[in-house]
């Protein structure tokens, strides 16, 4: 059996401006994580948040900071995310590659090749648990779970993260074409935490859970909505 659901809503789709009010009202939502996605524009071509929002946050809300670093030098900051209080800190395994990703290529990309990425990668996912936080490792749409498989059996990450868009913006359309790669993953680590990210909402998420999904991050479908409780409730639901 699956791990139990988790339900995260991206404050992405948040206004912005009123960040603490939306953390405390997703907690009256009974979600247990706040998914905070952190961007540099250089490893996506936006620019969102870092370590002293997640401070500021952290005196708001009890809620799970699940950050997800969408930048390309994700070692430089978790010193930082951490004393400003993440529960979690998910980086991607590109960062690590020296092949550039290029979204449009058809098939899958090619992953860590050298004995420097294995160990970059590897490093940083010790360091992120020897700061006190669960560490995540995160897929971008063509990356395959052989990219992380090493990590993954060494028992060194915590959450494993498929993006179900290309990252850097809320809103956009869920690709099923990923759900393989879950249940690939759910195949070989049943406990592991599995985290879906991007398009997920009533209509998409029956099919990410019956992949295996059990982190489900929503940004725009709970935002979005006028009744954000009903929709968190169908989403704990499986749709
Ligand atoms: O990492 C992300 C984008 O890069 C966001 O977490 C994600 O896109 C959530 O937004 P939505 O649910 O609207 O797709
Ligand atoms: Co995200």
Redesign the pocket.
């Known amino acids: 059996m699956a791990p139990a659901v988790i339900i995260a809503p ?1 404050i ?2 948040s206004d912005f401006a009123r960040l603490a009010d939306e953390a405390v009202r997703m907690e009256k939502c009974g979600t247990e994580y706040l ?1 905070v ?1 952190c ?1 540099d524009g250089h490893f ?1 071509p ?1 620019l969102t948040i870092g370590p002293p929002v997640v401070k500021s946050l952290r005196n708001h809300t009890p809620l799970f900071l699940d950050c ?1 670093l ?1 930048v390309s030098n994700p070692g430089q900051w978790v010193e930082e995310l951490a004393a400003a209080g993440a529960n979690g800190v998910t980086f991607h395994i590109e960062c690590f590659c020296e092949a550039p990703y290029d979204k449009d290529e058809p098939g899958p990309y090619v992953g860590l090749q050298s004995r420097s990425e294995i160990e970059g990668a590897r490093a940083l996912a010790k360091k992120i648990r020897a700061l006190d936080m669960k560490t995540g490792i995160a897929l971008r749409p063509r990356t395959p779970l052989s990219a992380v498989k090493h990590l993954l059996d060494e028992g060194l990450i915590d959450i494993l993260l498929a ?1 179900t ?8 359309k ?1 690709m099923e074409s990923v759900l393989d790669k879950v249940a690939e993953a759910r195949n070989l680590y049943p406990d592991l935490a599995i985290e879906v ?5 009533p209509k998409t998420v029956a099919k990410a859970v019956k992949a295996g999904a059990n982190v489900l ?6 935002f ?1 909505a006028e009744n954000a409780k009903e929709v968190i409730d169908t989403l704990r639901r499986g749709g």
């Open positions: 991206s992405l789709s998914h996605d961007m996506v936006n997800h969408m993006m868009v290309e990252p850097g913006f809320g809103g956009q869920f990210d991007g398009g997920i909402s991050v929503a940004g725009s479908a709970i979005g």
